[in-house]
């Protein structure tokens, strides 16, 4: 099992980018994938997007063309280039493993992203 850590979150402006990072050593090596969430005040945990074990990768509609997921396996760290914020992706932002397998169930802290007018 893996623990993974987001950060690279913070306050930005609407239209602006931020690149978040999720860090879980062994993840690469054990086949796990990764997958970004994020929760709104307020509201369920929703999935972003997902990088499968083969580097396919998946987005919600509302993110697609605006996000992007990549990983460095060197680092074992997945990241999520967000750009063209808008207020709707104010939320904290989660990553966990794909595989059921590589994931003790517990959310980690996750990194708040905030998007200003």
């Known amino acids: 099992q893996v623990q993974p850590v987001e950060s690279g979150g913070g306050l930005v402006q609407s239209g602006g980018s931020l690149r978040l990072s999720c860090t879980a050593p062994?993840?690469?090596?054990?086949?796990?994938?990764m997958a970004w969430y994020r929760q709104a005040a307020g509201k369920q945990r929703e999935w972003v997007s997902t990088l499968a074990t083969v580097g396919t990768t998946f987005y919600s509609d509302s993110v697609k063309g605006r996000f992007t997921i990549s990983q460095d396996r060197t680092k074992d760290t997945v990241y999520l280039q967000m750009n063209s914020l808008t207020l709707e992706d104010t939320a904290m932002y989660f990553c966990?493993?794909?595989?059921?397998?590589?994931?003790?169930?517990?959310w980690g802290p996750g990194t708040q992203v905030t998007v200003s007018s």
């Open positions: 966990r493993p794909v595989a059921a397998r590589c994931w003790s169930g517990s």
């Open positions: 062994g993840f690469t090596s054990a086949g796990c994938g």
